[in-house]
């Protein structure tokens, strides 16, 4: 179990390396004038999103497999919370494909510093999941 955990923490850890960086190229983007800077960040958005995507699905996987080998985690409080903070993550997984697609059909609707607070939600929420995950508060 302990191997799977691992595995579950490695994908995590690249899932939000992209969380992180993706929407810090929009803000570069958003601020991009030349054509050819504009055709590199779009093919940086587009390869970083199936990247994270990728981790966002193994982190799935692997977490799901640890709960199917210990389902008593789905009675804790703490799993509770931290399944619910998982909501919003997804969305806002989401949320960053449909700015991907957005830039690469030249339609950006924000300006740099827009990109800058969006960068904030995916902190927010690691946060409150490693702390549910390691304190166990409930």
Known sequence: MLWIKAWHIIFMVTWFAGLFYLPRLFVY?????????????????????????????????????????????????????????????????????RLVLAFAAGQNRHPAGWYRLFNEVPTLLLIGIVLLAVAKPF
């Open 29 to 97: 983007h958003a601020t991009a004038i030349d054509s050819a800077g504009i055709e590199r960040f779009c093919v940086m958005e587009r390869r970083l999103f199936m990247i994270m995507t990728i981790g966002a699905v193994l982190t799935a996987v692997f977490g799901v497999w640890l709960l199917v080998l210990n389902p008593a985690l789905l009675s804790a409080g703490w799993m509770r919370a931290k399944l619910i903070l998982l909501v919003p993550l997804v969305g806002y997984h989401f949320w960053n494909w």
